[in-house]
């Protein structure tokens, strides 16, 4: 079965660069979460798209933005990048419309490793 | 807002030993109640889930965890555990409701358990 997908798999950026995490959901789910995971950290909420609009914020930093694009791949941009900022970044999709089993079951991609020098 | 409590940090057991984590959550309304495990290096994968119904819910792997309300609990267990299960577990939960399909999850901070042979 497809799942997410996200790319790319690792990522090496310099202090005050910018970078981009690409995700692709499962096909036909609607909605797509970015969650950042630190070394030895649960897993936080950054942001949501529900149907390309945005849905729900967490705790996503002003010099970080997202979108959902018509073919529903997600985009995290992240600007100006802090040694902070090294994680792993994943990306999961569900939907509110399957079969009620996996109805609003998140599954998870394989995450985008981050490292800010 | 929700959160969650994971009580455990490092467990050590030996094979074939029986396994039980605690999870506890906080939240003024109704939840989804989710097990998610990580191996080292990979992505999440859902364990088991509850939305309603049989609060014992059974889920891979030989995994069931039991719902009790009224301790706003959602403990996982196995009764023997194998190497192979070395594994960061998360409980997490999101509030249900009308659009609970689109609600991110909320994290506990994870336990390590390590299946010694």
């Known amino acids: 079965a497809a799942g997410v997908i996200q790319s790319p798999r690792h990522l090496i950026k310099e202090k005050r660069e910018t970078a981009t995490l690409k995700c692709y959901p499962i096909p036909r789910h609607d909605t797509v979460y970015w969650y950042q995971q630190g070394p030895g950290q649960d897993p936080q909420f950054l942001i949501s798209?529900?149907?390309?609009?945005?849905?729900d914020k967490g705790s996503i930093p002003d010099r970080f933005s997202a979108q959902q694009f018509s073919d529903y791949h997600s985009e995290l941009n992240m600007s100006s990048l802090e040694l902070g900022d090294s994680a792993l970044y994943f990306c999961?999709?569900?939907?509110?419309?399957?079969?009620?089993?996996?109805?609003?079951?998140?599954?998870f991609g394989p995450g985008t490793r981050l490292t800010v020098l | 807002a929700q959160s969650v409590s994971q009580h455990n940090h490092h467990v050590i057991l030996s094979e074939a030993a029986s396994l039980e984590l605690g999870c506890n959550y906080s939240?003024?309304?109704?939840?989804?109640l989710f097990w998610y495990v990580q191996y080292p290096g990979q992505h999440l994968q859902l364990l088991l889930k509850y939305f309603s119904g049989d609060p014992l819910v059974k889920g891979i792997k030989g995994f069931e965890a039991e719902f009790i309300k009224s301790k706003f609990s959602f403990n996982l267990r196995k009764p023997s555990v194998q190497w192979s299960d070395t594994a960061e577990y998360f409980c997490a939960v999101n509030p249900r409701g009308m659009d609970t399909g689109r609600r991110a999850l909320t994290f506990g901070s994870g336990t390590r358990l390590q299946v010694q042979p």
């Open positions: 798209f529900y149907e390309k609009m945005q849905s």
């Open positions: 999961a999709s569900s939907s509110s419309t399957l079969l009620a089993g996996a109805k609003n079951e998140q599954f």
């Open positions: 939240y003024g309304g109704t939840v989804n």
